[in-house]
């Protein structure tokens, strides 16, 4: 479904992917992980074309996202679902209104047909009896799953889910969690789970890329990750404090440092 | 050395920025046609630039104008002019103040609120989001908001103009004994429609583009983050306080420079 090769990207002189290479397989989650700030979300972006890489490609259902016209990728994104960190859903709209928003806006149908497809979305996520909430009335799990429903409302062949546990409550995540899993076993979509949340992640990833410093530094089954031999892989997975990751930001030696004149 | 990188620099990133300006404002006019289906955009934002901005400009009006017939009493009188009182609330009104006070007074509370509603659907992906969903955002938030502006202040500005001359009159006709039928009289007879109104309306039209290019760029180009969107509400601000002044010295130098 998606196959990205030779990959580097660049945030002003910041390299954030070094030719990296790696295979979203279809109809199951692989997971993205890696340290905050490893550019996990940035990968997203450059799948769904919001960003532009400095060399490399990206096939999205067997076309080249980024040579795309502007009209050929808008219709490529009705195929893709993306569910952001914030939500991302509209503030001077209803839970209702925003699910509709994509189905007014792209369909022809009338307004009995939107209902309808509207309510079942929010059904799918448990949140139809909350759809005259505005955003600001929701937690931010709820939010989430508004947000998820909208992502679904088009029918995608796929979604991309950036960061869906951080900061949740143990309810809303296992809510997340089971979500996720559910919504990739009935509709088969083809799901991409950005996340640095090991334990969640583990449970439902089919597939994990760890990505670290630019390059993807670990990847295979959950089992597989868990069992790895390299070390940086075991640091990340079992949340070590000290490893090839140091704790200790790069500095001059300690007793240099405090016996050093201001 | 440090100077001339610093001055070519910043020479650079604001001919980068006027690029991106100038490739927004076609996108604009590109998505345009796009408020013909959705009509209730457009008229959504009209209200709130347009309609929630009437009561500043209606009181900000009369105010002008009761000061402008206390100020012109006051002078008129030392040439025994007072009954050409009303030529000069009306010709100060819809020649400059009209347009440049409300023009002002549009972009502090309109204006800086699209930068800051835009920079804040920005920062919390909510264009992103759009985009995602195959929506081009400058279609449907960016394009109403533009034309909304662009119709609600010259309209705004005429308001201002003739709560202004009422000003004038309750100041210089009801407080200063001014005669009435001199106002009125001398009013109609001097003020000419094509000179004077017409070309009034030109000016508000042009600072309703430049507010509405320069708030909503703003907003667009803000760094997502707070810090970035109260800058690019004050930028917005000053810059188009400084645009309007600029384009009204060049605009009246066109006008009424001849004159």
Not at chain 1, 100 to 129: C, D, W, Y
Not at chain 1, 239 to 262: E, I, Q, R
Request: aromatic content about 8%; charged content about 15%.
């Amino acid at each position: 479904m998606i196959s990205i090769r030779n990959l580097t990207f660049s945030w002003g002189h910041r390299k954030i992917f070094d030719n990296i290479s790696l295979d979203i397989m279809p109809h199951k989650i692989t997971a993205i992980m890696g340290p905050s700030g490893t550019g996990k979300t940035t990968l997203l972006k450059l799948i769904g074309g919001q960003l532009k890489p400095d060399s490399g490609t990206i096939i999205v259902d067997q076309q080249n996202v980024h040579t795309l016209s502007r009209n050929k990728l808008f219709t490529l994104r009705k195929k893709m679902g993306m569910l952001f960190q914030s939500g991302a859903l509209l503030t001077d709209m209803s839970v209702y209104d925003n699910i509709a928003f994509p189905l007014r806006e792209h369909t022809q149908l009338p307004e009995s047909m939107i209902r309808t497809l509207v309510l079942m979305k929010l059904n799918a996520v448990g949140l139809r009896g909350a759809r005259e909430l505005m955003p600001s009335e929701l937690s931010g799990g709820m939010a989430r799953r508004v947000a998820m429903a909208r992502a679904l409302a088009l029918d995608p062949e796929m979604i991309m889910y950036d960061e869906p546990f951080t900061g949740q409550d143990p309810i809303s995540l296992g809510v997340l969690v089971e979500l996720i899993q559910t919504l990739k076993q009935t509709l088969h979509l083809t799901s991409i789970v950005v996340s640095h949340d090991v334990q969640e992640t583990t449970q439902i990833a089919d597939y994990i890329y760890l990505l670290s410093e630019g390059k993807i530094a670990g990847h295979g089954t959950p089992t597989e990750l868990l069992n790895s031999n390299s070390l940086w892989v075991q640091q990340f997975m079992q949340a070590k404090a000290d490893g090839p990751v140091p704790f200790h930001y790069p500095a001059n030696d300690l007793t240099d440092d405090l016996l050093a004149k201001n | 050395m440090n100077i001339f990188q610093t001055i070519g620099q910043s020479t650079l990133n604001s001919l980068a920025k006027l690029g991106r300006a100038n490739l927004f404002f076609i996108s604009i006019l590109v998505n345009s046609s796009y408020l013909l289906k959705r009509p209730h955009l457009l008229i959504k934002q009209i209200y709130s630039l347009g309609v929630l901005t009437f009561w500043l400009i209606c009181i900000a009006g009369l105010f002008v104008g009761m000061v402008l017939g206390l100020q012109g009493v006051y002078t008129l009188s030392t040439f025994g002019a007072e009954s050409s009182l009303g030529i000069m609330v009306a010709a100060s009104l819809v020649r400059e103040l009209g347009p440049v006070v409300s023009a002002l007074l549009f972009a502090g509370r309109a204006g800086s609120a699209l930068t800051a509603e835009i920079g804040l659907m920005k920062a919390t992906e909510q264009l992103s989001g759009m985009e995602m969903m195959a929506i081009d955002p400058l279609k449907y938030i960016i394009a109403p908001r533009f034309f909304a502006g662009f119709i609600s202040l010259p309209l705004l500005a005429t308001f201002f103009s003739a709560i202004g001359i009422i000003g004038g009159y309750l100041a210089g006709v009801e407080l200063l004994n001014v005669d009435a039928g001199a106002y009125w009289s001398q009013m109609q007879s001097s003020i000419d429609f094509n000179d004077d109104i017409i070309n009034g309306i030109i000016k508000s039209i042009i600072f309703a583009w430049l507010i509405s290019w320069i708030a909503l760029f703003e907003g667009y180009d803000a760094h997502p983050t707070s810090e970035g969107i109260s800058r690019a509400t004050t930028r917005t601000v000053v810059n188009s306080a400084f645009a309007i002044l600029l384009f009204d010295f060049l605009l009246t130098a066109l006008m009424f420079g001849a004159n």
